[in-house]
C-alpha cells in the first residue's frame, strides 16, 4: 500500500526556520517566511515546503486551508519537570508572605515536599499526571517535551518516576525526552554524604537507565544549596564516559554552573538568572545552549536570564517552561517566553528560534525545529493574518491546529 502524500496549505505566512543561524541576534527580517506556503508530507515526514499552489501538484489528498492562518514548527519545550505528584501552592503563599527559602523548607516546603508526595504516588497516578499536564502543553502547540526525573532521589524511586515517564511517552501525542536529576538535592533520608549518595546513583542506577533505554541524559543542579561544582564533577565526567548526554541547572541563584557545564561540553544550560559577563562569555563561545525558563522568574519573583545580553554575545538561546510544582507551576510556555522577550528585548525571531530550532538543539534532536524535507511534519497554525499577533496576545492565541508526526493532534 502507498502512503498517501498530503498537501496542507495555502498558510498566510509559512515560517519553516531553516537557515536560521543558530547562534547569535536575530531580526525579524532573518526569519524566512514563505507566503501563500503548503506543507507536503507522507506518513510522519514532511516531503516539500513550498508555495502551496506548487507542492499540492504533487499530492494525493489536499487539506485547504480557509481564511488566514499563520504556520510554524512544532515548539519544543526542552526543560520541564511534569512528572510529580502534590502542590506546593503553600509554599507560593509563605514566599509571597516574605518567607525565605530556608524558613519554606523548615516548614515541610521545597523541593522535598514534592519528593515525599511523589514517592508516595504510584506509577500510574504519576503517569495520569504526565498525561494531564501533556495535554495542556498539547493545546499550547508542543510537541515535544523533555521531562525530568529529580523528585525520587533513590535508585528505586527514581526508577520509578523514568519508567512512568516512558510509559506516558507511548500515550501521548508528544515525544517525550526523559532525563535523569537523581542529583536535583541531597536527600533528607541519605544516611551517607552528598558524594556517598552520587557515587551510589552513577554505579547502580546509569547502567539500569542504559538496560532499560530509560534516559540517554544526565542533569544536575549545581548550587551550593544542591551539589557544589567539585561534588559535581566527577559524577559527570562518569556519566560522559558512559555516554549519557549532560544538561546542567546552573547559575539559578550563584554563577557556579556554568563553568562546568561548558568545561564538559553539556549540550545546555539551564537557568542562568545569575550569570555575569564572565559566564555569558563561556556559553557565547562553546557548542552548550542556553536555556532561558522565564516560567521559574515569574514563580520565584528573581530576575530572568541576561537573555539579550546572551544573544548579542552570540550564544544560542533556547527558552523553556522548566513546568514545576515548586519554582514553576504555570507551564504556559507561550505567555511566558512572550514576557522575557517584552522584559528582555527579544526580537520574534529570537523568541521563534528559541521555542524550535535553537531547542532541538538543546536536546541534540536534529529531525524537528524545523520545517524540511525529511523533517518530522511537526507544526502548528494559528488563526491570524501576521505572526506578531502570537507573541503580542502572551499566550492568549492559541493554534487552532496542532499536527504531529503528521497527525492533526488538536
Ligand atoms: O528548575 N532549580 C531546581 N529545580 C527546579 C525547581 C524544582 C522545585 O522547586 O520543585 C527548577 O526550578
Ligand atoms: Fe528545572
Redesign the pocket.
Known amino acids: 500500500m502507498t502512503v498517501p502524500k498530503t498537501a496542507i496549505g495555502p498558510f498566510t505566512q509559512l515560517f519553516p526556520m531553516t537557515d536560521v543561524p543558530l547562534k547569535g541576534s536575530l531580526t525579524d527580517e532573518q526569519l524566512p517566511i514563505i507566503p501563500q506556503g503548503g506543507i507536503l508530507f507522507s506518513g510522519d515526514t514532511i516531503v516539500k515546503i513550498g508555495r502551496f499552489e506548487d507542492i499540492k501538484k504533487d499530492a494525493t489528498v489536499i487539506i485547504p486551508i480557509e481564511g488566514n492562518q499563520v504556520c510554524f514548527p512544532g515548539i519544543i519545550d526542552a526543560?520541564t519537570?511534569i512528572c510529580f505528584a502534590g502542590s506546593r501552592a503553600n509554599d507560593f503563599a509563605m514566599r509571597n508572605a516574605g518567607k525565605t527559602y530556608l524558613e519554606i523548607a523548615k516548614q515541610g516546603g521545597g523541593i522535598w515536599d514534592t519528593v515525599t508526595q511523589t514517592r508516595k504516588a504510584s506509577i500510574d497516578q504519576l503517569i495520569a499526571g504526565i498525561i494531564t499536564r501533556s495535554q495542556d502543553h498539547l493545546k499550547q502547540g508542543t510537541t515535544t517535551m523533555e521531562v525530568?526525573s529529580g523528585y525520587g532521589l533513590s535508585v528505586q524511586e527514581e526508577l520509578k518516576m523514568l519508567r512512568s515517564i516512558q510509559r506516558a511517552n507511548k500515550t501521548v501525542p508528544q515525544d517525550l525526552i526523559a532525563t535523569c536529576l537523581a542529583a536535583h538535592i541531597k536527600p533528607n533520608d541519605a544516611d551517607s554524604d552528598a558524594t556517598a549518595y552520587l557515587t551510589e546513583i552513577s554505579e547502580t542506577l546509569f547502567p539500569i537507565l542504559l538496560k532499560e533505554k530509560l534516559t540517554h541524559r544526565i542533569d544536575a543542579f549545581v548550587e551550593e544549596s544542591a551539589f557544589s561544582a567539585k561534588q559535581i564533577k566527577p559524577y559527570l565526567q562518569k556519566a560522559k564516559r558512559m555516554g549519557f548526554d549532560l544538561t546542567l541547572?546552573a547559575d539559578q541563584f550563584t554563577p557556579v554552573g556554568t563553568p562546568i557545564a561548558v568545561a564538559l561540553g553539556a549540550l545546555s544550560a539551564?537557568h542562568l538568572e545569575a550569570s555575569t559577563a564572565k559566564e555569558i562569555e563561556l556559553l557565547a563561545n562553546s557548542d552548550t545552549v542556553a536555556v532561558a525558563?522565564p516560567g521559574?522568574s515569574l514563580g520565584l519573583g528573581c530576575p530572568f536570564a541576561p537573555a539579550r545580553k546572551l544573544l548579542d554575545s552570540g550564544a544560542c538561546l533556547a527558552i523553556a517552561s522548566?513546568h514545576?510544582p515548586g519554582s514553576a507551576p504555570m507551564g504556559n510556555l507561550m505567555n511566558q517566553a512572550s514576557i522575557l522577550a517584552t522584559f528582555e528585548k527579544l526580537t520574534n525571531a529570537e523568541v521563534w528560534a528559541g521555542l524550535t530550532i535553537r531547542a532541538a538543539k538543546a536536546l541534540r534532536l536534529s529531525d524537528r525545529g524545523s520545517l524540511a524535507a525529511g523533517q518530522l511534519a511537526d507544526f502548528i497554525c494559528f488563526d491570524t493574518h501576521t505572526y506578531q499577533e502570537i507573541t503580542y496576545q502572551q499566550g492568549q492565541l492559541l493554534p487552532a491546529a496542532v499536527w504531529k508526526r503528521g497527525k492533526k493532534v488538536v
Open positions: 526543560h519537570h525530568k541547572h539551564d525558563l521559574a522548566d514545576n
